[in-house]
């Protein structure tokens, strides 16, 4: 971990400092992810359970895939199933993932790559190891983040985003003690605003970041986004007054305009900086009703996905998939 780094961050852009005035994001919150099974049994981390929606909005869910280190014959995926009212976010750490959905979208995910899936009205997709996989076993790592799309978008035609590895913006703090692969959003920089290269059409912020032991990143953030951090590996604090979080943690911040993450000055022999992804969108602020794989605004939305899918008028799995 990770797939995507530099011999020296001091070459990259670097980050700008927050101004004197703006506010510190406080911690609200530090929770542990519950460990469960997805798909066919691959092993998942529940970054967001317990947490109240109000201040998850516009994400849903977040599942951190693994980290898992497969003997041959073991990798395994998701079956054929659908999705309506929200987009999916695949960022693989480590591992190959294939990706096919009934829209005509999908590609292959290598370490470091994303796909950003906007279901909109709806599609069946499927994600799995490819085959040389299976027999060889092998590391898998990953992120999926389900963002919520507004009302007026949730109907829209389905869109298919394949980000490899190499278009992320890779930025740097002012002292160079962090490595920022910017996914997507934007991050104010010394030489003017970065952006990253995936298209969102809830406006959002997803960074993964790799800091050196002893760092402190302190950030401009937008105060009309919320603000979340995930341990990916490693351990640090969160905030002015240092709460600790590492590995399979979750740290809400409150309300401000910047916010600090320092990394404990001795890391992990497995892992020797701290890893976390740190996430911010606007709020919709919209009723949500979500149900399995459908997310809508009511009721009886979700009965309409239902009965949509069952007729067969999310797409079918194309011939030969099944």
């Known amino acids: 971990m990770p797939a995507v780094t530099v011999e020296n961050p001091l070459v990259l852009p670097r980050v700008a400092a927050p101004a004197q005035t703006a506010p510190q994001r406080p911690v609200l919150h530090v929770g542990t992810a519950p460990g469960g099974f997805e798909g066919e049994g691959f092993p998942v981390r529940r970054a967001f359970a317990g947490i109240n929606h109000a201040y998850l909005d516009p994400f849903i ?3 951190q895939m693994g980290e898992v280190e497969y003997a041959p014959g073991e990798p395994k995926g998701t079956p054929w199933h659908p999705h309506r009212g929200f987009e999916t976010v695949t960022y693989l750490i480590d591992g190959t993932f294939v990706h096919r959905d009934s829209h005509g979208g999908g590609g292959t995910i290598n370490g470091g790559d994303t796909q950003w899936m906007t279901a909109g009205s709806g599609l069946l997709h ?5 085959e040389e996989l299976v027999v060889s076993g092998g590391l898998f790592h990953g992120l999926q983040l389900w963002v919520n799309l507004p009302k007026k978008d949730k109907m829209m035609p389905p869109r298919y985003q394949d980000i490899g590895g190499g278009k992320v913006a890779l930025l740097t703090s002012p002292d160079g003690g962090a490595l920022i692969r910017l996914i997507a ?21 997803m960074a993964h970041v790799s800091l050196s032991p002893g760092a402190e990143l302190t950030l401009p953030w937008r105060p009309d986004f919320n603000a979340l951090a995930y341990g990916l590996a ?9 709460r600790p979080f590492g ?37 919709i602020r919209e009723p949500m009703r979500h149900y399995g794989p459908f997310v809508m605004n009511t009721d009886a939305e979700l009965k309409q996905a239902f009965e949509d899918f069952q007729a067969g008028r999310l797409g079918t799995i194309p011939v030969g998939e099944e």
């Open 234 to 242: 490693g351990r640090g604090t969160a905030g002015t007054e240092r």
């Open 61 to 63: 869910m977040m599942d």
């Open 126 to 130: 499927i994600e799995a190891p490819p």
């Open 185 to 205: 959003g934007e991050l104010q920089g010394e030489d003017g605003g970065h952006q990253g290269p995936g298209i969102t059409h809830t406006p959002i912020t």
């Open 247 to 283: 590995t399979g943690r979750t740290v809400v911040f409150g309300d401000g305009g910047s916010l600090t993450v320092t990394a404990d000055a001795t890391q992990e022999s497995r892992s020797p900086n701290f890893e976390f992804v740190l996430l911010g969108g606007l709020p």
